[in-house]
Structure formats: C-alpha cells, structure tokens
C-alpha cells in the first residue's frame, strides 16, 4: 500500500469517527438554586409530562423542560427503549415482563417501579431482545 492509499483510508476512518453517533453520558439538571450532574447511568426511566420530562434517578427525580423525543434522540438505543408514547425505560433496569390486557406488557423495574409497555410499542422489545438494528 502505498502513500496516498495510506492517507486516504486515514482521512476515511477520521470521517467515520466524526460521524459516529454520541450519546449523552451526563444530563445537567437545574434544581431550584443549583445545578446537578446525573449519570445517564443513573437513569432508571423518564416521563413525559406535558411540556415537561420527568426523570426518575438512583437518587430521586427531576423536572426538566424538554420532551422525551428530544431527550430520547441523545439517549443510546442499546441502553434505552420507548416502552409508550410518555415513557423511555433504562433496559437494564428491567427485571420482568408480565402479560397484561389488551397485549400490554406489565414491567417490573428493579427498584420495585411497574410500567406499562404498550402493543404499540412491541416491536421494540422484539428489536431490543433480538439485538436487530
């Protein structure tokens, strides 16, 4: 290989790199008269609640004014999955899924918290626990 095959697969994997998907590893939450750091680690679920998103944390929960689809495009797809139209649930955070009505799962967080993953909303818990893109 010579020089110029060596640059170009150089400034090709400098693209690759650049364009990779980033995901957020901190959210910087205001709160009353400070600001915190939550790891996104830390997330156990989030909730649309109107204008606003709730997230639900290790050390509690926070309001922010954002909407979860904003959110949720900074949020890894390997770590978080839309479970219904107002709640994004940490994957390893659930420990069970229960068959519900209507073919609505029942799920079981690890901190005790049940939500509901809608049938709408199915065919990414398939996509999710088939590891497809």
């Known amino acids: ?3 110029g095959e060596r640059e ?3 400034r090709t994997l400098l693209y690759e790199l650049k364009h990779l ?3 957020l590893e901190w959210l910087l939450v205001h709160d009353r008269r400070r600001l915190l750091l939550i790891k996104v680690d830390e997330i156990t679920w989030l909730e649309a609640q109107g204008n606003y998103v709730r997230i639900y944390h290790d050390r509690g929960s926070h309001l922010i004014r ?3 689809g904003a959110i949720e495009s900074h949020l890894d797809p390997k770590r978080f999955l839309r479970i219904h139209r107002s709640v994004v649930v940490g994957l390893k955070r659930i420990v069970e899924l229960r068959p519900s009505q209507h073919s609505d799962y029942r ?3 690890d901190n005790g918290t049940q939500l509901i993953w809608s049938r ?3 065919a990414s818990l398939e996509k999710a626990v088939n590891h497809k893109p």
Do not use: G
């Open 107 to 109: 799920v079981l967080l």
């Open 120 to 122: 709408t909303y199915r």
């Open 1 to 3: 290989m010579d020089l």
């Open 8 to 10: 170009q697969r150089a």
């Open 21 to 23: 998907p980033r995901y």
């Open 66 to 68: 954002e909407s979860l």
